[in-house]
Protein backbone atom coordinates (compact mmCIF):
# COMPACT_ATOMS: atom_id res chain seq x y z
CA UNK A 1 0.00 0.00 0.00
CA UNK A 2 2.77 2.35 0.65
CA UNK A 3 4.30 1.99 -2.45
CA UNK A 4 1.40 2.48 -4.19
CA UNK A 5 0.99 5.40 -2.33
CA UNK A 6 4.53 6.77 -3.28
CA UNK A 7 4.05 5.89 -7.01
CA UNK A 8 0.59 8.40 -7.23
CA UNK A 9 2.72 11.07 -5.12
CA UNK A 10 5.73 10.48 -8.13
CA UNK A 11 3.17 10.77 -10.52
CA UNK A 12 1.11 13.63 -9.30
CA UNK A 13 4.71 15.47 -9.09
CA UNK A 14 5.85 14.72 -12.27
CA UNK A 15 2.33 15.25 -13.69
CA UNK A 16 1.91 18.42 -11.90
CA UNK A 17 5.58 20.12 -12.57
CA UNK A 18 4.24 19.72 -16.88
CA UNK A 19 0.76 21.05 -16.00
CA UNK A 20 2.41 24.00 -14.17
CA UNK A 21 5.29 24.72 -17.03
CA UNK A 22 2.54 25.03 -19.66
CA UNK A 23 -0.28 27.11 -17.31
CA UNK A 24 2.90 29.19 -16.69
CA UNK A 25 3.97 30.00 -20.07
CA UNK A 26 0.57 30.51 -21.24
CA UNK A 27 0.62 34.21 -21.72
CA UNK A 28 -3.32 34.10 -21.63
CA UNK A 29 -5.46 34.74 -18.69
CA UNK A 30 -6.83 31.28 -18.83
CA UNK A 31 -3.59 29.63 -18.87
CA UNK A 32 -4.18 28.52 -15.52
CA UNK A 33 -6.97 26.16 -16.61
CA UNK A 34 -4.68 24.05 -18.77
CA UNK A 35 -4.01 22.65 -15.29
CA UNK A 36 -7.51 21.09 -14.76
CA UNK A 37 -8.16 18.11 -17.47
CA UNK A 38 -4.48 16.59 -15.82
CA UNK A 39 -5.61 17.39 -11.85
CA UNK A 40 -8.92 15.34 -13.27
CA UNK A 41 -6.90 12.23 -14.47
CA UNK A 42 -5.00 11.67 -11.25
CA UNK A 43 -7.98 12.08 -9.51
CA UNK A 44 -9.45 9.31 -11.19
CA UNK A 45 -7.04 7.00 -10.70
CA UNK A 46 -7.57 7.73 -7.00
CA UNK A 47 -9.58 4.87 -4.95
CA UNK A 48 -11.27 7.62 -2.55
CA UNK A 49 -11.93 11.68 -2.84
CA UNK A 50 -9.60 12.32 0.02
CA UNK A 51 -7.12 10.19 -1.56
CA UNK A 52 -8.53 12.02 -5.06
CA UNK A 53 -8.16 15.65 -3.46
CA UNK A 54 -4.55 14.89 -1.37
CA UNK A 55 -2.86 13.99 -5.15
CA UNK A 56 -4.56 16.89 -7.21
CA UNK A 57 -4.13 19.60 -4.54
CA UNK A 58 -0.50 19.94 -4.95
CA UNK A 59 -0.92 19.91 -8.90
CA UNK A 60 -2.63 22.91 -8.22
CA UNK A 61 -0.21 24.40 -6.18
CA UNK A 62 2.63 23.88 -8.64
CA UNK A 63 0.42 25.12 -11.41
CA UNK A 64 -0.73 28.53 -9.34
CA UNK A 65 2.34 28.99 -8.42
CA UNK A 66 3.91 28.99 -11.78
CA UNK A 67 1.32 31.19 -13.23
CA UNK A 68 2.04 33.59 -10.69
CA UNK A 69 6.24 33.30 -11.55
CA UNK A 70 6.21 33.02 -15.17
CA UNK A 71 2.95 34.58 -16.67
CA UNK A 72 1.81 38.25 -16.87
CA UNK A 73 0.64 39.76 -14.05
CA UNK A 74 -2.96 39.28 -13.28
CA UNK A 75 -3.15 35.85 -15.14
CA UNK A 76 -4.29 33.94 -12.07
CA UNK A 77 -7.51 33.80 -11.90
CA UNK A 78 -9.26 34.76 -7.74
CA UNK A 79 -8.01 32.71 -5.43
CA UNK A 80 -11.43 31.19 -4.54
CA UNK A 81 -11.84 30.38 -7.96
CA UNK A 82 -8.55 27.96 -8.20
CA UNK A 83 -9.58 26.22 -4.96
CA UNK A 84 -13.21 25.67 -5.73
CA UNK A 85 -13.32 24.59 -9.30
CA UNK A 86 -10.89 22.02 -9.07
CA UNK A 87 -11.72 20.76 -5.82
CA UNK A 88 -15.74 20.99 -6.79
CA UNK A 89 -14.71 18.84 -10.26
CA UNK A 90 -12.37 16.47 -8.19
CA UNK A 91 -15.06 15.40 -5.90
CA UNK A 92 -17.88 15.16 -9.15
CA UNK A 93 -15.61 12.33 -10.91
CA UNK A 94 -14.88 10.44 -7.73
CA UNK A 95 -18.72 10.45 -6.93
CA UNK A 96 -19.32 9.24 -10.73
CA UNK A 97 -16.45 6.81 -10.38
CA UNK A 98 -17.59 5.24 -6.97
CA UNK A 99 -20.67 5.11 -8.53
CA UNK A 100 -19.40 2.87 -11.55
CA UNK A 101 -17.17 1.00 -8.80
CA UNK A 102 -20.10 -0.52 -6.63
CA UNK A 103 -22.22 -1.43 -10.05
CA UNK A 104 -19.02 -3.43 -11.08
CA UNK A 105 -18.83 -5.04 -7.91
CA UNK A 106 -22.62 -5.77 -7.69
CA UNK A 107 -22.23 -7.36 -11.40
CA UNK A 108 -19.08 -9.29 -10.96
CA UNK A 109 -20.77 -11.02 -7.09
CA UNK A 110 -24.24 -11.68 -9.10
CA UNK A 111 -21.57 -13.44 -11.77
CA UNK A 112 -19.82 -16.00 -9.18
CA UNK A 113 -22.30 -15.97 -6.76
CA UNK A 114 -25.65 -18.41 -7.12
CA UNK A 115 -28.59 -16.12 -7.00
CA UNK A 116 -30.99 -18.37 -4.72
CA UNK A 117 -28.67 -19.04 -1.62
CA UNK A 118 -26.00 -16.26 -1.84
CA UNK A 119 -23.08 -18.86 -1.88
CA UNK A 120 -20.56 -19.66 -4.52
CA UNK A 121 -21.71 -20.92 -8.16
CA UNK A 122 -20.20 -23.28 -10.52
CA UNK A 123 -18.10 -20.39 -12.18
CA UNK A 124 -16.42 -18.94 -8.25
CA UNK A 125 -15.82 -22.66 -7.46
CA UNK A 126 -14.04 -23.37 -10.59
CA UNK A 127 -12.12 -20.00 -9.93
CA UNK A 128 -11.44 -21.03 -6.44
CA UNK A 129 -10.23 -24.68 -7.40
CA UNK A 130 -7.39 -23.34 -9.79
CA UNK A 131 -5.82 -20.87 -7.53
CA UNK A 132 -5.94 -23.96 -4.67
CA UNK A 133 -4.73 -26.85 -7.18
CA UNK A 134 -1.72 -24.05 -7.64
CA UNK A 135 -0.85 -23.19 -4.25
CA UNK A 136 -0.85 -26.92 -3.14
CA UNK A 137 0.96 -28.20 -6.23
CA UNK A 138 3.48 -25.92 -4.66
CA UNK A 139 3.50 -27.08 -1.14
CA UNK A 140 2.65 -30.25 -1.86
CA UNK A 141 -0.26 -30.34 0.11
CA UNK A 142 -3.94 -31.98 -0.29
CA UNK A 143 -7.56 -30.61 -0.48
CA UNK A 144 -10.64 -32.36 -0.69
CA UNK A 145 -13.76 -31.84 -3.39
CA UNK A 146 -16.77 -33.38 -1.73
CA UNK A 147 -20.29 -33.48 -4.15
CA UNK A 148 -23.54 -33.12 -2.22
CA UNK A 149 -26.49 -34.45 -3.73
CA UNK A 150 -29.80 -34.09 -1.53
CA UNK A 151 -31.89 -37.18 -2.01
CA UNK A 152 -35.81 -36.43 -1.38
CA UNK A 153 -35.37 -33.22 -2.28
CA UNK A 154 -37.56 -33.33 -5.95
CA UNK A 155 -40.61 -35.03 -3.35
CA UNK A 156 -40.30 -32.48 -1.16
CA UNK A 157 -40.57 -29.86 -3.77
CA UNK A 158 -43.30 -31.55 -5.36
CA UNK A 159 -45.39 -32.04 -2.52
CA UNK A 160 -44.95 -28.81 -1.30
CA UNK A 161 -44.20 -26.47 -3.29
CA UNK A 162 -41.12 -24.75 -5.26
CA UNK A 163 -41.44 -21.98 -2.55
CA UNK A 164 -40.45 -24.61 -0.17
CA UNK A 165 -37.69 -26.11 -2.04
CA UNK A 166 -36.19 -23.09 -2.71
CA UNK A 167 -36.31 -22.67 1.42
CA UNK A 168 -34.67 -25.75 1.78
CA UNK A 169 -32.21 -24.88 -0.09
CA UNK A 170 -31.09 -21.89 1.51
CA UNK A 171 -31.43 -23.43 4.27
CA UNK A 172 -28.86 -26.52 3.32
CA UNK A 173 -26.55 -23.85 2.02
CA UNK A 174 -27.08 -21.81 5.67
CA UNK A 175 -25.84 -24.80 7.29
CA UNK A 176 -23.26 -26.01 5.41
CA UNK A 177 -21.71 -22.11 5.77
CA UNK A 178 -21.81 -22.29 9.41
CA UNK A 179 -20.60 -25.72 9.98
CA UNK A 180 -17.52 -25.22 7.75
CA UNK A 181 -14.61 -23.65 7.99
CA UNK A 182 -13.92 -19.76 6.75
CA UNK A 183 -11.26 -21.08 4.23
CA UNK A 184 -14.03 -24.07 2.56
CA UNK A 185 -15.58 -22.98 -0.18
CA UNK A 186 -19.48 -23.94 -0.59
CA UNK A 187 -21.08 -24.14 -4.15
CA UNK A 188 -24.15 -24.51 -5.32
CA UNK A 189 -23.83 -26.44 -8.76
CA UNK A 190 -27.70 -25.97 -9.45
CA UNK A 191 -30.97 -27.83 -8.79
CA UNK A 192 -30.53 -29.98 -5.28
CA UNK A 193 -26.47 -30.46 -6.06
CA UNK A 194 -24.06 -28.52 -3.89
CA UNK A 195 -19.88 -28.84 -3.51
CA UNK A 196 -17.47 -27.97 -1.21
CA UNK A 197 -13.59 -27.35 -1.81
CA UNK A 198 -11.88 -27.96 1.65
CA UNK A 199 -8.26 -26.48 1.07
CA UNK A 200 -5.13 -27.97 3.48
CA UNK A 201 -8.02 -31.67 3.85
CA UNK A 202 -6.22 -35.06 3.43
CA UNK A 203 -8.78 -36.87 5.19
CA UNK A 204 -12.26 -36.68 4.27
CA UNK A 205 -13.94 -38.33 6.93
CA UNK A 206 -14.27 -35.42 9.37
CA UNK A 207 -15.46 -32.98 6.27
CA UNK A 208 -17.72 -35.24 4.96
CA UNK A 209 -19.23 -35.85 8.81
CA UNK A 210 -19.56 -32.13 9.25
CA UNK A 211 -21.05 -31.79 5.81
CA UNK A 212 -24.09 -34.94 6.80
CA UNK A 213 -24.08 -33.16 10.23
CA UNK A 214 -25.50 -29.86 8.35
CA UNK A 215 -27.94 -31.12 5.81
CA UNK A 216 -29.44 -32.63 8.94
CA UNK A 217 -29.60 -29.75 10.51
CA UNK A 218 -31.06 -27.98 7.98
CA UNK A 219 -34.14 -30.95 7.19
CA UNK A 220 -34.92 -31.12 11.00
CA UNK A 221 -38.59 -32.59 10.72
CA UNK A 222 -38.31 -33.84 7.40
CA UNK A 223 -36.50 -37.58 7.52
CA UNK A 224 -37.06 -38.00 3.89
CA UNK A 225 -33.95 -35.66 3.18
CA UNK A 226 -30.90 -36.39 3.61
CA UNK A 227 -27.79 -36.23 1.69
CA UNK A 228 -25.57 -38.71 -1.00
CA UNK A 229 -21.97 -37.79 -0.46
CA UNK A 230 -18.69 -38.52 -2.77
CA UNK A 231 -14.91 -37.45 -2.07
CA UNK A 232 -11.72 -36.64 -3.76
CA UNK A 233 -8.48 -35.27 -2.23
CA UNK A 234 -5.94 -33.54 -4.88
CA UNK A 235 -3.78 -34.83 -6.29
CA UNK A 236 -4.91 -38.85 -4.97
CA UNK A 237 -8.01 -38.60 -7.00
CA UNK A 238 -6.99 -36.12 -9.70
CA UNK A 239 -5.19 -33.14 -10.60
CA UNK A 240 -7.75 -30.97 -12.20
CA UNK A 241 -10.95 -29.75 -11.00
CA UNK A 242 -12.74 -31.60 -13.47
CA UNK A 243 -11.32 -34.82 -12.81
CA UNK A 244 -11.43 -34.23 -8.79
CA UNK A 245 -15.55 -33.78 -9.40
CA UNK A 246 -15.74 -36.60 -12.02
CA UNK A 247 -14.00 -38.99 -9.39
CA UNK A 248 -16.37 -37.27 -6.53
CA UNK A 249 -19.36 -37.71 -8.50
CA UNK A 250 -18.56 -41.45 -9.07
CA UNK A 251 -18.16 -41.65 -5.14
CA UNK A 252 -21.86 -40.64 -4.76
CA UNK A 253 -23.60 -42.24 -7.42
CA UNK A 254 -21.73 -45.34 -5.39
CA UNK A 255 -23.39 -44.18 -2.05
CA UNK A 256 -26.44 -43.66 -3.57
CA UNK A 257 -26.64 -46.84 -5.18
CA UNK A 258 -25.91 -48.57 -1.44
CA UNK A 259 -28.97 -46.40 -0.33
CA UNK A 260 -31.41 -47.44 -2.45
CA UNK A 261 -29.90 -50.90 -2.29
CA UNK A 262 -30.60 -50.70 1.65
CA UNK A 263 -34.01 -49.27 1.01
CA UNK A 264 -35.23 -51.83 -0.74
CA UNK A 265 -33.95 -54.70 1.00
CA UNK A 266 -35.75 -53.38 4.59
CA UNK A 267 -38.95 -52.83 2.16
CA UNK A 268 -39.03 -56.69 1.36
Known amino acids: MDGLIRDGLI ?25 LPGALLIAAEADSAVAAVALTAPVVALA ?15 VWMVVVVPLASVLVVQHGLGRLRRERETLEQAAFSDALTGIANRRMLLSVAAHEIARHRRSARRFTVVMIDLDGFKPLNDRFG ?30 DEFCVLAPETAVAEALTGKISAAVANASAGNDELRASLGAAVFPDDGTTIEALIER ?20 A
Open 11 to 35: RAGLVGLVLALLAGLTSVSEGFWIV
Open 64 to 78: AGAVLVLAPAGSLPP
Open 162 to 191: HAAGDEMLRAVADQLVRALRTQDTVARFGG
Open 248 to 267: ADERLLAAKRRLLGGARRRA
